[in-house]
């Protein structure tokens, strides 16, 4: 199977930095997606990463290593708002093929 | 603003009933789209490709001949759940790829909360 690992939960404070990873395996990878996905409703994107390298978008940024199978999204100067649950997406084969989905990361921000 | 639509977003139906849900694809179009399905406290779980003009394929474990996906235009993929049954509710969310800016994306519509009684 095609597994993708990302920890259950995540607490932080307002203000502080987090940093959510991700492990995939590697074979057939097209790209990694990170989405958002807030209570009772659909995700919303964050972040494709298909190269190595960090990709700063504002408060979040996403890194990618192919060779080592593994991402982060970095969450910046976290709001409350931001409590949501993170879900990192494998891209596999090649275009046109559907995502496969990690099981998410809650993360819970308090003041 | 929103890249997908879905409607209904809320389904209340009784069992042995049929419920359509659609997924459209705005100011874009989409040869393929997803269909997935969201329990409770769950990650999302795709339930089958569709591709325009032709057949849908399914995942295994997923009754083709229960969730029916039509996607006959480049902007419009139907599903329906046949015979609803209430381990048939669920969140059902579409999804839609395309290229932006030469970067692949794809956007998720809002989703559609099916609730058989």
């Known amino acids: 199977g095609q597994n993708i690992d990302q920890p259950t939960e995540m607490t932080a404070t307002e203000g502080a930095i987090v940093q959510i990873n991700c492990t995939y395996q590697t074979s057939g990878f097209n790209g990694l997606f990170w989405y958002q996905q807030h209570a009772g409703e659909a995700p919303t994107f964050l972040s494709y990463n298909v190269l190595d390298g960090l990709e700063e978008k504002g408060r979040f940024s996403s890194f990618l290593s192919r060779s080592k199978g593994y991402s982060y999204l970095l969450l910046k100067e976290l709001q409350m708002k931001d409590s949501a649950s993170y879900l990192c997406?494998?891209?596999?084969?090649?275009?046109?093929?559907?995502?496969?989905f990690g099981k998410g990361t809650t993360l819970s921000v308090s003041s | 603003g929103a890249v997908v639509s879905q409607h209904p977003s809320w389904v209340i139906c009784k069992s042995g009933t049929s419920v359509k849900i659609e997924c459209r694809s705005l100011?874009?179009?989409?040869?393929?789209m997803f269909w997935y399905r969201q329990f409770p406290k769950q990650s999302l779980m795709l339930m089958a490709t569709s591709n325009e003009g032709s057949k849908a394929t399914y995942e295994q474990g997923v009754e083709k001949d229960k969730f029916l996906i039509n996607h006959a235009s480049l902007t419009l993929s139907t599903l329906t759940v046949t015979s609803a049954h209430p381990e048939d509710s669920s969140f059902y969310i579409c999804s839609a790829r395309f290229d932006r800016a030469f970067q692949e994306t794809q956007y998720f519509g809002p989703g559609t909360r099916l609730l058989v009684l």
């Open positions: 997406a494998v891209d596999y084969n090649q275009a046109g093929t559907a995502l496969i």
């Open positions: 100011d874009f179009q989409a040869t393929t």
